[in-house]
C-alpha cells in the first residue's frame, strides 16, 4: 500500500503564498505521476498540476505562471509553490500518486487533503 500525507496548507491573504508538501511512502516499485487537484466547496476536485517521475509538467491553465511543482525522486516527495494567489484558489487540495508498476499494473491514490483558505 501507499500511504500519501500533505502538509502546508493555511490561510494567506491575497496575493501571498504558500507551499505545499507531499510525502509518499509504502511499496512504491515502478514509476509514477504525482501532482496536486483542489476541490473548492459545492465543486468537483479538479486538476491543477502533475509531475512525472522525470519531470515533466502539466499545469492548469488558471495556475499556469503562478503555481510551480517540483518533486524529489529520492524522498518520494512533491511540492506546490503557490505565488500570487487568488480567492478562487481557495480550497481542499489533495496529493495524487499514480504508480505504474513495472507489471504495467496502475494504481491511484489520494491524501487526505489540506486546506487552503486565501483570502480577499
Known amino acids: 500500500q501507499v500511504q500519501l500525507v500533505e502538509s502546508g496548507g493555511g490561510l494567506v491573504q491575497a496575493g501571498g503564498s504558500l507551499r505545499l508538501s507531499c510525502a509518499a511512502s509504502?511499496?512504491?516499485?515502478?514509476?509514477?505521476?504525482m501532482g496536486w487537484y483542489r476541490q473548492a466547496p459545492g465543486k468537483q476536485r479538479d486538476l491543477v498540476t502533475t509531475i512525472t517521475t522525470s519531470g515533466s509538467t502539466n499545469y492548469a491553465d488558471s495556475v499556469k505562471g503562478r503555481f510551480t511543482i517540483s518533486r524529489d525522486n529520492a524522498k518520494n516527495t512533491v511540492y506546490l509553490q503557490m505565488n500570487s494567489l487568488k480567492p478562487e484558489d481557495t480550497g481542499v487540495y489533495y496529493c495524487?500518486?499514480?504508480?505504474?508498476?513495472?507489471?504495467?499494473?496502475?494504481?491511484?491514490?489520494w491524501g487526505e487533503g489540506t486546506q487552503v483558505t486565501v483570502s480577499s
Open positions: 495524487y500518486l499514480n504508480l505504474r508498476s513495472i507489471f504495467g499494473r496502475s494504481n491511484d491514490y
Open positions: 509504502g511499496r512504491i516499485l515502478g514509476t509514477t505521476v
